[in-house]
Nanobody
Framework: VQLQASGGGLVQAGGSLRLSCAAS????????MGWFRRAPGKEREFVAA????????AYADSVKGRFTISRDNAKNTVYLQMNNLKPEDTAVYYC??????????????????WGQGTLVTVSS
């Protein structure tokens, strides 16, 4: 499967952005999807994940209550709604996919496919 992330940009602190990740292929519904990010000078970290049916999701503590992951299986797309953005949310955001996951994978090695990343910059 190929993943195409979009929606990044420059936003002021307290603002919102919605990231999208479009997936190719007919079996999108069978994939668990995740979002990770890499800030400058830091390692990649987990942000959010959603299982194949969309009934279960998981979030990093740093984004819980501010970010929401969702999916539209008819559009082969997963979203990350980011509200109340903070300067520390500045990073390149990557979407990822793994087939057959009924759970919500939170570790990068659990994912098989990765998108190219989209840059989110939050100014103070």
């Amino acid at each position: 499967v190929q993943l195409q992330a979009s929606g990044g940009g420059l936003v002021q602190a307290g603002g919102s952005l919605r990231l999208s990740c479009a997936a190719s292929g007919r079996t999108f519904i069978s994939y668990a999807m995740g979002w990770f990010r890499r800030a400058p000078g830091k390692e990649r970290e987990f942000v959010a994940a959603i299982n194949w049916g969309g009934a279960s999701s998981a979030y990093a503590d740093s984004v819980k209550g501010r970010f929401t992951i969702s999916r539209d299986n008819a559009k082969n797309t997963v979203y990350l709604q980011m509200n109340n953005l903070k300067p520390e949310d500045t990073a390149v955001y990557y979407c990822a996919a793994v087939s057959g996951a009924r759970w919500t994978p939170t570790r990068s090695f659990e994912y098989d496919y990765w998108g190219q990343g989209t840059l989110v910059t939050v100014s103070s």
